[in-house]
């Protein structure tokens, strides 16, 4: 059975911090990696697809490290509309399923 | 930027009842997905559709379940006799090509009473 596994959080930080969330998947053939914002009773939304050479996006870094099957998200100087799930997302199959996350929630006070 | 449509955004059926969920895809887009959210649970898998057949299915989606794309744009799923335990948000998704980020609809909040 294919997993993919995060910390549910909650992450609860100051606004202007930084805060790291990972995810381990199991199928080692999966091919493409995202994470995706969730807001609460909304749709999954895009944050940023994770290329293994790490990509950047603003205040958003994401790495992948395909060895251990991992991947990382850093939100650097933290807003408060920031808070959400953040859901790390895996292709398993080339365009045919994508295997969600359980989600980390984010809550970023004043 | 073009959205993904799905309607209604609210539904309240009996069970036993049958629903029928619709989608309307961005054009070009090449797979089509069911997903579904039980409240506070993950998002699950629940279909992929590929040049208007299935192409994958989950273990979720039984014989009570089906797709289809009837007029060749809308994509639509049926649940024939819903229970209580279908009570979820349903998010219809699209991808242009494969491994390239999926597009979601704002879902239908599927409530069986």
Not at chain 1, 61 to 84: C, E, G, P, V, W
Not at chain 2, 43 to 61: A, C, D, P, R, T
Request: hydrophobic share 35%; glycine share 6%; aromatic share 12%.
């Amino acid at each position: 059975r294919k997993e993919v596994e995060q910390d549910p959080g909650p992450f609860n930080v100051p606004e202007g911090a930084t805060v790291a969330f990972n995810c381990t998947y199991s199928n080692s053939a999966s091919q493409s990696f995202f994470w995706y914002r969730q807001d609460c009773r909304k749709e999954p939304k895009l944050l940023m697809s994770v290329y293994s050479s790490g990509n950047e996006d603003g205040r958003f870094t994401a790495q992948l490290n395909r060895a251990s099957q991992y991947i990382s998200l850093l939100i650097r100087d933290s807003k408060l509309s920031d808070s959400a799930t953040y859901l790390c997302v895996v292709n398993d199959k080339a365009g045919n399923m994508l295997t969600f996350g359980g989600g980390t929630r984010l809550m970023v006070k004043p | 930027e073009p959205e993904v449509t799905q309607t209604p955004s609210h539904q309240v059926t009996q069970m036993g009842q049958e629903v029928i969920l619709r989608c309307v895809p961005i054009s070009n887009h090449l797979y089509f997905y069911w997903y579904r959210q039980i409240l506070g649970q993950k998002v699950e898998f629940l279909v992929s559709f590929y040049n208007n057949e299935i192409s994958e299915k989950s273990e979720i989606f039984d014989d009570q379940f089906s797709v289809e794309r009837p007029d060749g744009s809308n994509f639509t799923l049926k649940i024939r006799s819903t229970k209580l335990e279908d009570s979820a948000m349903y998010f219809c998704a699209e991808v242009w090509m494969a491994n390239t980020e999926a597009f979601f609809g704002q879902g239908t909040r599927l409530t069986v009473v």
